[in-house]
């Protein structure tokens, strides 16, 4: 059930509403538009009356939700989100980079990636400091250390930092230091560390689980939402598929879909998504010209030395390149949204 | 093996190589490059020994070819074919639209359709007078009836005609009215309908299978070209995945895997790779992005009454707005490919 | 659109039906049943009034088909068709396993396999005249030859000849010399070769498309059947998927959804769904466990030196033991169908 | 690396090799075997010279292991491993029958179920006090609650109790009251909470990720091995594919392969991997007939009540017949394995 109050409705009359739901033991979820103000119910096992709301002053109506994720969905808030990381926003037209190394592996490394990208205009950095990997034996990030580099290249910098989060325990670290928590694809259904990404006050970079549905990376992101953290963008990285030419198939055609049933940005990964270094430059061009809010990609001096990941990693030269070619197909991208509008 | 001749190597030599080749018992194919000919041996089972053909006049080198593929690989042809299609040219750096109806249903509806997007500057005219449908009781196309529409479009409207054949009788009257025959994804493996093509002298638009791997694509276009017709086009079109908001995942990550490997052209199929109109728009211009030589699309000025894949049909106003938005996507990447060199 | 004829209906009065169906522009298909016949109506685009039949003497109702397909239903028809092939019942009860070598090599390497496998009571027996490869350079088969070393080994030891047709042309060989045509999975959506194989009077055996749904391989029965030929046995050879470890995914959970949809027999081909000899007979036990009519193995006396597909193929020992162990967990499900009826 | 030691070493001998294995800042693990000791060396990033440990006394040999998984590896331990929960042992040859609801949604629901199946010889009960679900408005199992109940279970019924744990918390619980921790498919990659697992003394059951590879499954069992706990059942549970009458393809082939490499029970869970309750008994069947140790089903007294899966649930006459169906194949494949052997 979705609470939409009228545009002149005031604070107090918000409140009411939130009051009302309260005390029937849900949970409200007020959505501040640029219009209005809307007030998400959730908690209700059972249908809810409409008319409950409806008589109380400043409800323009109450509408029941028809899909199975609510706060995510664009039917409870048509307008898009802007998440705000550091200086940056992401889903309000600009086009968003997201650009450094799959680990921290060193205090030299990240300063001489972070060094090298500093000069095209990157403004949030990314870097592991917990890598989850398929093997025990391989290199499982520096934790504390490396977080603690990483707020380091912030202040030398002015970058904001994005970094994953894997359990509780590192999300509790990952909060304190770094201004953007990023949830892994092999996390993606991790619900118990989903709840708690949401109860955070920072933002949350979600990432689409390798063989997961549009509609359970929407209902993932509810998870987040429900608990009152509406600061999500969404990150497609790549499904599980057949082929064998790249790591895995970036998959598109789920920008345009999401965008359609949902108010979250939703950014790229293909240096996940593809797994080969040739492959990012054009699979950037292809994500940011099918709409995409933007791109994060890895980056590393020496991709050859690389504790992870190296063969997807572009090298800083390659970035520059790619962030001119991005800029021009995004100039296109957003005159055609103007002249179409 | 690849024989190699010398820059100046003359006709006579190049004869020669060819006689020494067919002596063997085996095939040989001249394919000439902009700086020189080479030639092409298939046929062998066991390993031919290079000094043969090296020791004859005009002979640069004879080199193994490493990859299953001969005809198809970049390493046998460096420079990228360019298919002529009417007039125009697949290949070559210019921005190829096809679009045109999914099925020949009548008359009418194909002029309509063929008036409606001529003033977008359509040179290449799709529409099946042959339909592979999954249901036997479902419509099949009008069969000789359609071809004829189709080559009375050519001549009213002046656009070169790309149509499906779906068997060897069809096949003969495709390449009796049309200009490029199409093989459908359902036929890639149909090796008697490949070859059956590369004996034809009208060029081939090659469909990607549901779940062709790369090497299982271009070996259907080696099988075209082993019979000597090295006109041929590939086309991306959508793998089967388990993802559901789209009837098929468009895998454009197979672009540059194909340009990397292979000197032949490759476009893109939206509208079968997504089966929804709405994402043929921003999918196009990812294909053109990602470095497609052009897209397909289905046109029809009535989906709503299309005898096949309505929902996936441009309204013909949506077509000229998608012209206008490749070309701008074009123009930023054939920049950026001539700054980069 | 479904005719059910009264259990006492006459001849003459399921002549008069056919008579009416085809008055009407329509196609009858009279499918005699233990009990009672109906008459399967397919041609109609738009509805048929119930009415039309239902007042013809004999009729007991005609009802609507709710489902795309028609004859392959086992709405249209309860009963499990039995299809027979040599001396073999496929879908009666029976255990059947079809053996043999995936390419006819030489005489002299079929007979080795003929004779080797004698011995172990298989009556029904495979190989490769014509051999849909992924490469043109790889051995294609030796056509008539191969098919009339398959007839010789048919008189020799008494078995029945299934091998497989790839177009038209070998169609008419295979028709001629074998006692089942065989219909391979990349083919499966070759609508002009099952048209054909539709009118050929020699059984039918449709394998799966390795990425073809539950209803499109229905789907492909009914192009057969909608012909007029229904002896069509299906046949579940491996979907792709992402795993590594077996050349495609054995889908066994299609038998039993098949059987609930479908009358038509269903076999597995553990050899080419795993890939892999060590998988080929526990597979195969697994098949028959679930309930599939047969299996269809791959064996060859010098695997390491077969032409295609060796690493699948069986040693003749290893089918004996594989014999043993299936007719076992055959009697084990026969006798649980009996004490559960 | 692992060191072998000889059949007649000393428990002295075999504490030297680890003293030495700990003073080179390594992790050994004893693998008490049928006929000998062996101690896997975890740890190393580089090489280790075998001659270090093949000096020492009591050993037999010092081998490199070629596989990325050690722990979970034949290589290391070629005898199969036995996981005893409650009065039951899996991977001994025993026919392995886990069944109960899929949550436990109140006492008088989940004794029900106990009560209908435990005459059927039932020694392992299964039901979710913690249930990850796609949407966080559904129920989400009454934790503690739930947990107690089961343990009630045990008293009443002698059953053990298998149970999922969804978070380190959740596991603290789970180890506390049940007999086996199930991770579920979800959380495969939830590597931190297989490290949690990994130091409990309860047994592990390890449910396949939904895109898993083989490779992705050992490993994850590496994880809970090489923290010290070795008891860990493999559990099949279906992959995602593009298939559409299934919930999930479940994928018997893994069985043969997983038992080639790894020394780990494993077993099936048909009620997930199809989704569909008259898919369960058939691939119930097929599971055993492969060779898995034993299955998992979901069962409900009345399962259109169910608050979660319940159509994938059995009813518990149909766990009866289910039982004795598989008693027989089970029967069949242990007297083919001896007559082999």
């Avoid at 889903?91 to 990636?113: H, K, M, N």
């Avoid at 993932?220 to 509406?230: Q, V």
């Amino acid at each position: 059930m979705l609470v939409v109050m009228r545009t002149q409705a005031t604070e107090d009359q918000v409140r009411q509403v939130v009051d009302t739901i309260e005390s029937m033991g849900l949970r409200a979820h007020p959505i501040p538009g640029a219009q209005r103000t809307a007030i998400g119910i959730t908690g209700n096992t059972g249908a809810i009356d409409a008319l409950t709301f409806e008589l109380l002053p400043g409800v323009a109506e109450a509408i029941r939700v028809s899909k199975p994720y609510k706060l995510v969905s664009r039917e409870v808030k048509p307008d898009r989100t802007i998440v705000k990381v550091g200086q940056v926003e992401i889903g309000g037209g600009d086009l968003v980079v997201i650009a450094g190394p799959c680990s921290v592996e060193s205090r030299e490394q990240t300063f001489a990636v972070a060094n090298a990208i500093d000069r095209y205009g990157i403004k949030l950095f990314r870097g592991g400091a917990y890598k989850p990997r398929t093997s025990p034996y391989s290199f499982q990030g520096h934790a504390e250390e490396g977080l603690k580099i990483l707020a380091e290249v912030r202040d030398v910098y002015s970058m904001a930092i994005v970094t994953e989060a894997i359990d509780n325990e590192s999300l509790d670290l990952v909060e304190k230091y770094a201004d953007m928590i990023q949830i892994g694809a092999r996390n993606m259904q991790n619900f118990s560390l989903l709840r708690r990404a949401g109860q955070c006050r920072k933002p949350v970079m979600l990432k689409r689980g390798m063989s997961a549905t549009l509609e359970e990376f929407l209902m993932a992101a509810e998870y987040i939402m429900a608990e009152g953290n509406y600061q999500v963008v969404l990150c497609e990285r790549g499904i599980r598929t057949f082929t064998d030419y790249t790591r895995n198939t970036l998959d598109l055609s789920i920008i345009p879909a999401v965008q359609k049933l949902s108010h979250l940005p939703i950014i790229v990964d293909p240096s996940h998504g593809t797994g080969r270094r040739e492959q990012v430059t054009p699979m950037s061009r292809a994500g940011i010209a099918v709409g995409a809010d933007g791109v994060m990609v890895e980056v590393h001096c020496q991709p050859e030395r690389a504790l992870s990941d190296g063969p997807q990693a572009l090298l800083p030269s390659m970035l520059g390149e790619l962030v001119q070619q991005l800029k021009e197909i995004h100039q296109v991208v957003t005159n055609l949204a103007v002249s179409v509008r």
